[in-house]
Nanobody, 122 residues
Framework: QLQLVESGGGLVQPGGSLRLSCAAS????????FGWWRQAPGKEREGLSC????????TYVDSVRGRFTISRDMMNNTVYLQMRSLKPEDTAIYYC???????????????WGQGTQVTVSS
């Protein structure tokens, strides 16, 4: 079973940066595409970004494009989300998830991490 553990969240001021990490274990990483999602209280979970099995195909939702960067390191079995120019509306729990192909549907992602809290506030 693929296991995912997010880390790197915390409190940051508006305009600041954070890098989230997703450590994967228990399965062959190159079988999966990886996505980053977030969910704020009272809101639906939204997909932010996805990186393909080969790592060459990358997608971003409009609200984070140009500010967030997704990447993967096969040697370290880790997926990253570099976040820059953070805004208060970015405050949410951030989740890493794995699927066979990148998708905008929550149900297509087979494995999820426990989430890491990101709070953007002055």
């Amino acid at each position: 079973q693929l296991q995912l553990v997010e880390s790197g969240g915390g409190l940051v001021q508006p305009g600041g940066s954070l890098r989230l990490s997703c450590a994967a274990s228990g399965a062959t990483l190159d079988r999966y595409a990886f996505g980053w999602w977030r969910q704020a209280p009272g809101k639906e979970r939204e997909g932010l970004s996805c990186i393909s099995r080969q790592g060459a195909s990358i997608t971003y939702v409009d609200s984070v494009r140009g500010r967030f960067t997704i990447s993967r390191d096969m040697m370290n079995n880790t997926v990253y989300l570099q976040m820059r120019s953070l805004k208060p509306e970015d405050t949410a729990i951030y989740y890493c998830a794995a699927s066979y192909y990148c998708s905008t549907y929550v149900a297509d992602f087979r494995s999820w991490g426990q989430g890491t809290q990101v709070t953007v506030s002055s």
